[in-house]
């Protein structure tokens, strides 16, 4: 069974930092890039952050350059994003999903998705 769960969302103060996590099973995640995405009310879906096969390429979406770092682990099946400099902006639902397309173009999310882990920044 195919399972990409989230967990280290939560209520944050800006200027703060969170740690999300993502387990993967069920299929060969370091066959897949794998990526970060947002929804926030009443907006689209977008994506994040992404990550390539070995770690060696990452992509950021603009407003979260120097923030935030996607990082991978194929040995322990995890995918890990440390946001820090947490704004009130950043509030949004954050999925783990694999990703179709990573690069300076833009970060498309691919089939396999979680179920998402709520941040809220907010004084």
């Known amino acids: 069974q195919v399972k990409l769960v989230e967990s280290g969302g939560g209520l944050v103060q800006p200027g703060g930092s969170l740690r999300l996590s993502c387990v993967v099973s069920?299929?060969?995640?370091?066959?897949?890039?794998m990526g970060w995405f947002r929804q926030a009310p009443g907006k689209e879906r977008e994506g994040v952050a992404c990550i390539s096969k070995r770690d060696d390429r990452t992509i950021y979406e603009d407003s979260v350059k120097g923030r935030f770092t996607i990082s991978r682990d194929n040995a322990k099946n995890t995918v890990t994003l440390q946001m820090n400099s947490l704004k009130p902006e950043d509030t949004a639902v954050y999925y783990c999903?694999?990703?179709?397309?990573?690069?300076?173009?833009?970060?498309?999310?691919?089939?396999?998705w979680g179920q998402g882990t709520q941040v809220t920044v907010s004084s």
């Open positions: 999903a694999t990703v179709y397309t990573c690069d300076s173009a833009g970060i498309i999310g691919g089939v396999r």
């Open positions: 069920g299929f060969p995640m370091d066959l897949y890039t």
